[in-house]
């Protein structure tokens, strides 16, 4: 016994049997998609695309002291930080507080467990951020009202910026408190240096003038020549007194303040102080400009994005497209009801075929 076979065409019989009820139903699938289509509420996109700049080159810092450049991070690492700034929750929530999106999204009031999800829920729903293929970051925002859409979108960018500055902010916080730390230090060994070498300077006589040793050389060379002729010519009194006076020049219990004794000592001894105080002094100069520079750095704040594109206000909405919706509602019922009929012939034949069988 063949087998029975089915066509297409061969449906054509059974659906001109129940045409009248295919027809109500493709009618009311058409009203009723209709009807839900005109009081679906217009949505509006708006999309800012940017991208992340390098964070090693956005510190103030470097841009400060090397003369550094914003380079554009299009490293995998930059684009997963964004993103994950972006779809997390602190920044979802600061964004339902900031614009009201509870009574926005008619979810409640704030403070209810369930009026919160359901905002986050709507948010992240709305919310969509992507990496595209020109390795940029595309930021989507759909609303209701277009207006919203737009600043609720630049909002957004700003949060990530502004959160993704702060990963590297408190960082550069300890950092400018070393170099305050360090600058106080070299102040305090700056004013040591200087006290001890002035100090140095008093005791021995030592100024750092050049008249003060040609003084001492030009002195204890007159007065040992003019002892010389005292004793040539025998005159012993002059000669004591001399003598007493060339020990002054040259020894330091000689009485005398300038004499070749202290002098090199004092001098032995500044020289290794004003050493200590020159090198004290640059290190407090350098100390000083990194501080400055770094205080300026965190005082000013660079943005860790480039924006390609700003978010506006949509021209025309993005959905619902309610042709489309009153067509496949209509070929939808279309389709299941001509499956519906044709199981129900089929169930109906085989009972026949049945009761037959059992005569």
Do not use: C
Request: glycine share 6%; hydrophobic share 40%.
């Amino acid at each position: 016994m063949s087998s029975r076979t089915y066509s297409l065409m061969g449906l054509w019989p059974v659906i001109n049997r129940w045409k009248n009820l295919v027809l109500a139903a493709v009618g009311l699938a058409f009203l009723l998609s209709l009807l839900v289509a005109f009081f679906l509420p217009n949505i509006y996109r708006s999309t800012a695309v940017f991208y992340p700049t390098n964070p090693e080159t956005t510190d103030p810092d470097r841009i400060v002291t090397e003369g550094g450049k914003l380079q554009l991070g299009g490293r995998a690492e930059d684009l997963d930080r964004i993103i994950t700034i972006g779809e997390s929750q602190p920044v979802a929530e600061l964004m339902i507080r900031r614009f009201g999106l509870y009574n926005h999204y008619k979810v409640g009031s704030p403070g209810d467990e369930k009026a919160e999800q359901d905002a986050l829920d709507t948010f992240d729903k709305n919310l969509n951020i992507v990496h595209n293929d020109r390795d940029a970051i595309e930021l989507t925002i759909e609303d209701e009202d277009k207006q919203l859409a737009a600043r609720m979108a630049n909002t957004l960018v700003s949060v990530i910026d502004s959160i993704n500055q702060q990963l590297t902010y408190e960082n550069r916080r300890s950092i400018i408190e070393l170099y305050r730390d360090r600058s106080a230090f070299l102040e305090k060994e700056f004013v040591q240096a200087h006290d001890s070498l002035l100090a140095a300077r008093r005791r021995y006589g030592v100024y750092g003038m050049d008249r003060e040793s040609r003084y001492i050389a030009k002195e204890i060379i007159e007065m040992e020549a003019e002892l010389r002729r005292a004793e040539g010519e025998g005159n012993s009194g002059k000669a004591a007194g001399l003598r007493r006076a060339l020990k002054g020049l040259t020894q330091a219990d000689g009485g005398n303040v300038y004499n070749l004794e202290s002098y090199t000592k004092g001098l032995d001894l500044i020289t290794g102080l004003y050493s200590r105080f020159n090198d004290v002094q640059t290190r407090l100069q350098v100390a000083r400009g990194a501080y400055e520079t770094a205080r300026l750095a965190i005082s000013s704040r660079i943005s860790s994005i480039y924006i390609v594109q700003k978010a506006f206000p949509a021209t025309k909405k993005a959905k619902p497209v309610r042709s489309l919706i009153v067509v496949s509602s209509v070929l939808i019922t279309l389709v299941l009801s001509i499956i519906f009929i044709t199981l129900l012939e089929l169930y109906r034949g085989n009972l026949g075929l049945s009761r037959l069988r059992k005569v």
